[in-house]
């Protein structure tokens, strides 16, 4: 059975660190680029950053670029999204995923074939 397990979200006030993880189990984890998403109420699924398959090419949604920090440990099958400098905009329900699409779909929802369950966090000001 396919599983992304999120763990790491919480509440931290502005200007605070989480660093969030996602083990992943029951498929072949370096055959897929993982990305993460995170999703406000009201508001649609955003993308927030992806890495490729071996950890050499990652890409981040402008609004966090310099803050977040994405990466990928293929011997443990788990993926980290480091967030930095955290701003009460970041608050959300956050998604890991996998992907095998081509990098010019990986900021798209639509692209991802595994999600994991969401872990919230809440950045208070």
């Known amino acids: 059975q396919v599983q992304l397990v999120e763990s790491g979200g919480g509440l931290v006030q502005a200007g605070g660190s989480l660093r969030l993880s996602c083990a992943a189990s029951?498929?072949?984890?370096?055959?897929?680029?993982m990305g993460w998403f995170r999703q406000a109420p009201g508001k649609e699924r955003e993308f927030v950053a992806v890495?490729?398959?071996?950890?050499?090419?990652?890409y981040y949604t402008d609004s966090v670029k310099g803050r977040f920090t994405i990466s990928r440990d293929n011997a443990k099958n788990t993926v980290y999204l480091q967030m930095n400098s955290l701003k009460p905009e970041a608050t959300a329900v956050y998604y890991c995923?996998?992907?095998?699409?081509?990098?010019?779909?990986?900021?798209?929802?639509?692209?991802?074939?595994?999600w994991g369950q969401g872990t919230q966090v809440t950045v208070s000001s």
């Open positions: 995923a996998a992907t095998r699409a081509n990098s010019g779909s990986w900021n798209i929802a639509g692209a991802y074939d595994y």
């Open positions: 029951g498929f072949t984890f370096t055959s897929y680029a």
């Open positions: 890495i490729s398959m071996s950890g050499g090419a990652r």
